[in-house]
């Protein structure tokens, strides 16, 4: 069969890489892509994830089987409905099922009806009305900009004067654009953060190994927050417990609500969560698969994407049985210094031949370009250095050997990836 997958970051990569190993892909093609990417598929860089019109008469010149939606921007805006609209078979929730992520006042008052544990929370439309609150609430606090903003829009607020400051960045000066339009104000809540994605039918749900994300830019959590600076899989912090209490009370309930609502959800979850004192609560939902997570779970995926791709869409996921292997993997993000704010690129890469014969070994591109002197840096996340071990130790100290396989002149990391399981 022929695929077109839509993106061109990582994760993207990622998926490339699994899909090739399917036996029942003939050819790849991905549009924008990347320089990576476009060593395994034909990419047309020239077609933005947003020109919806583009993206689908692609595919029909390309008479692609199957299209897979990744970015969470077009499938918020539709992409999945227009591609469907015109007779394609797509992976990817529709419109109204992405909102889960593309609106956090959405998916917070989908939680309290359904009563899905996640943080005590308001939403306000008006600044004055939100710094009124503010003036009332605990301390520290969460401010959340409503829509799409990059994995950004959140900022932790210790005192008032900053929760203030912070409702001017997102609601007055709107630092994340019309994202910060509307507000959602959350009780701060503290433990383990845990991401877990899912494959998800309309009605039944499987759910992946568990990872845990890196959010900040700087070593020990410092700096700003960013895309992701790497993840490790599977988390020591998620046990047998937590699975079961996820099992019973948020999983199959979210699916279920979405359901209920008229959205029913075909895709991927991502279910981001906390590890309170209290048990797990739901921070966050996003509608599709993560990056940097996706790099260190499809590579430790047994089954064949494509089997479970078609189950998703056709309605059988509860005939497939999802499996991992017995392993671990960490991705160590090598970024552009001075990401996420302002850097520069155009640098050449150099040692990416290292991973062709490297086995357990990934390098997986985020943002590259081929030029005439060879794949230089386009990006403020460069590449995901990936690699396996027999345990979290093990894929720790692989990936970081890797990371010195790499280099190009504004290379930054931080050396802290993982370093969360000497503590487990």
């Not at 699994?18 to 598929?41: H, T």
């Not at 890196?214 to 410092?222: C, F, L, V």
């Not at 966050?284 to 089954?303: H, I, S, W």
């Amino acid at each position: 069969m022929k695929v077109l997958i839509v993106g061109g970051g990582g994760r993207e990569h990622a998926i490339a890489v699994s899909m090739k190993k399917s036996k029942r892909v003939e050819k790849l093609y991905c549009v924008p892509g990347n320089a990576g990417i476009a060593q395994i598929a034909e990419c047309e860089p020239s077609i933005g994830v947003m020109e919806f019109d583009k993206v689908v008469a692609y595919a029909k010149e390309k008479a692609v089987d199957l299209v897979f939606v990744a970015p969470d921007d077009p499938l918020v805006g539709g992409l999945v409905d227009a591609l469907e609209a015109a007779g394609l078979r797509t992976f990817g929730p529709r419109a109204n099922a992405a909102i889960l992520e593309g609106s956090k006042a959405f998916s917070k008052d989908l939680m309290k009806k359904y009563n899905i544990p996640t943080a005590a929370y308001e939403t306000f439309d008006d600044a004055e009305a939100a710094i009124a609150y503010l003036e009332t609430a605990d301390m520290p606090i969460v401010l959340k900009a409503d829509g799409l903003a990059l994995g950004k829009g959140v900022l932790i607020c210790n005192t008032l004067e900053e929760a203030k400051a912070g409702v001017k960045e997102i609601m007055l000066d709107k630092h994340f654009g019309s994202a910060g339009n509307r507000m959602v104000v959350e009780e701060f809540m503290t433990g383990r953060e845990v991401s877990v994605l899912s494959f998800v039918d309309g009605k039944t749900i499987k759910t992946m190994t568990s990872a845990q994300d890196h959010k900040r830019a700087k070593d020990g959590d410092q700096g700003l927050n960013t895309g992701g600076m790497g993840t490790f899989s599977p988390s020591p912090f998620y046990t047998e417990e937590v699975d079961e209490f996820c099992k019973k009370y948020i999983y199959q309930a979210t699916v279920d609500a979405m359901a209920a609502e008229g959205r029913e959800f075909k895709g991927v979850i991502f279910f981001g969560l906390m590890l309170t004192p209290k048990g797990p609560r739901v921070l966050e939902y996003n509608a599709r698969f993560g990056d940097p997570e996706t790099q260190v779970v499809l590579c430790r995926m047994k089954n064949d994407i494509m089997d479970v791709i078609d189950a998703c869409i056709d309605g059988t996921l509860d005939q497939i049985d999802l499996q991992f292997e017995d392993n671990a993997a960490v991705c160590v993000v090598l970024a552009s210094d001075g990401y996420p704010e302002s850097y520069e690129k155009g640098y050449v890469i150099e040692g990416l031949d290292k991973f062709d014969d490297a086995d357990g070994y990934y390098c997986f591109h985020a943002g590259t370009k081929q030029t005439s002197e060879g794949i230089v840096t386009n990006g403020g996340r460069v590449l995901g250095v990936t690699a396996t071990g027999e345990d979290l130790k093990q894929a720790r100290a692989n990936a970081y050997a890797a990371t010195e396989w790499i280099s190009f002149s504004n290379k930054y990391m931080r050396h802290d990836i993982g370093k969360a399981i000497d503590e487990a």
